[in-house]
C-alpha cells in the first residue's frame, strides 16, 4: 500500500483507470495522478508526447485536481538530458512542463525518490478521503 511516514499504510487495489496512475476508489472524478520516473518522462516528451497529451486532454472537465509526479529533481532530470546528450532539448522540456500545466490545470511535483512519490501520492489521496467525508458529514 501507499505510505505516509507515521501514518498506518493505506490500503490500495490494482486496476486499469481511464486517466493517469493513480486516482481514489469513488473518487476518480476528483483526483489524476500520472508518475514518471525520469527515463519513463523523457520517453513521454520526445516520444510518447501525443498520446500523453491525448490523456491529458481527456481530463479536461473531469479531474479536480491533476498531478504530475516525477520521480526526480529538476537538476538530477538536467543531468539526464545532459548523460543523453540532449541539453539542446533541455530547454523545450522545461517549456512543455510550463504549457501542461497551464493547459491542463496539471500541477508538476518532483520527488526525489519513489519513496517521496509514492508519500505524496498518499498523502493527496487522504486529503481527499476526509474532504470526502467531512462533506458527506455536512
Known amino acids: 500500500g501507499l505510505h ?4 498506518p499504510k493505506l490500503p490500495t487495489i490494482t486496476e486499469k483507470l481511464d486517466e493517469g496512475d493513480y486516482s481514489v476508489v469513488g473518487f476518480e472524478d476528483k483526483l489524476f495522478i500520472e508518475r ?7 520517453g513521454t516528451m520526445f516520444r510518447g508526447r501525443e498520446r500523453f497529451e491525448r490523456e491529458l486532454e481527456r481530463t479536461m472537465g473531469k479531474q479536480e485536481k491533476k498531478f504530475l509526479v516525477i520521480e526526480s529533481s529538476p537538476y538530477l532530470f538536467l543531468k ?5 546528450d540532449k541539453m539542446k532539448m533541455y530547454n523545450a522540456a522545461i517549456a512543455t ?11 508538476i511535483r518532483w520527488c526525489k525518490t519513489r519513496e517521496g512519490s509514492a508519500e505524496f501520492i ?3 489521496a487522504l486529503k481527499l478521503l476526509i474532504k470526502g467525508e467531512s462533506d458527506e458529514n455536512i
Open 36 to 42: 514518471k520516473s525520469v527515463n519513463d518522462l523523457y
Open 80 to 84: 539526464y538530458m545532459e548523460n543523453h
Open 122 to 124: 498518499a498523502k493527496e
Open 97 to 107: 512542463f510550463s504549457s501542461w500545466a497551464l493547459k491542463y490545470d496539471l500541477d
Open 4 to 7: 505516509i511516514r507515521g501514518v
